[in-house]
């Protein structure tokens, strides 16, 4: 009868493609690579250090998820996202966001309520100061936080697919197109105040003020047709 010794440990094997997947998403998202610029095969082999086959299916993975456009032939490239389109993917998270929210807030604990609170007064700081990336790293502790907190798996793993690409959008535009501060502070101030009094309703409506879920309404002249940009 074998004897049992120490469990052997099992290092988990990274594929190449998920290496390359990773390098490239954390380029594009950390400003590396900038919007709008294009992807070579060879500089990205030497860059990575690994054959082409890996880096193209990372490059598809992220044409999936909005990150790069392909056109066959022609180029590969980092989306450059247009500065008109900045309220829509605001108003995309948005969805998610209040979905989320509606799962989560009556399950959470106090020390969860404060965390939470804590984050937003940080943010708040940021905003007051116009500190862009302070902000954006704030908002990304907030929203990651409760993100974290929500019981729905499904609906989490869909957003960690859907948001990044979206909060990379509205980032890049609201660099280009600038942002109202004071307006912002006052409006996570607002969801401070409602998040510390468990007040579900004003959450609900500083979280649509934020994200300006009622601030647009596409009419039937303005949606994109066939033909045109989605």
């Known amino acids: 009868m074998p004897v049992p010794g120490a469990p052997e440990v099992r290092q988990a094997r990274v594929l190449a493609r998920d290496r390359a997947y990773a ?3 954390s380029a594009i998202l950390d ?7 294009r992807l070579d095969d060879a500089e990205l082999q030497a860059w990575l250090g690994m054959s082409r086959t890996p880096i193209r299916q990372a490059l598809h993975a992220l044409t999936v998820e909005g990150f790069v456009e392909i ?3 022609s180029y590969t490239r980092v989306v450059e996202p247009r500065a008109e389109d900045a309220v829509l993917h605001l108003q995309t998270i948005g969805v998610f966001v209040l979905g989320v929210l509606d799962l989560t807030l009556d399950s959470l604990t ?9 984050d937003v007064d940080r943010l708040i700081v940021a905003l007051e100061a116009a ?3 302070a902000s954006i790293a704030g908002s990304q502790r907030y929203y990651g936080r409760l993100m974290a907190l929500c019981p729905n798996r499904v609906l989490l793993r869909l957003s960690e697919r859907t948001l990044a690409a979206r909060a990379f ?6 660099r280009a197109l600038g942002i109202d501060w004071p307006e912002a502070a006052q409006s996570y101030a607002n969801l401070r105040s409602a998040l510390a009094a468990a007040d579900r309703h004003g959450v609900d409506a500083a979280e649509r003020e934020i994200f300006r879920i009622d601030a647009l ?10 033909k045109g940009d989605a």
């Open 217 to 226: 309404r596409i009419t039937g002249a303005e949606r994109p047709t066939e």
């Open 110 to 118: 106090d020390a969860d309520r404060e965390a939470l609170v804590a």
């Open 23 to 25: 390098s490239l998403k």
């Open 71 to 73: 056109a066959a032939q």
């Open 169 to 174: 959008y509205v980032g890049v535009a609201y």
């Open 31 to 37: 400003g590396t690579i900038r919007p709008g610029e």
């Open 131 to 133: 500190d862009l990336e």
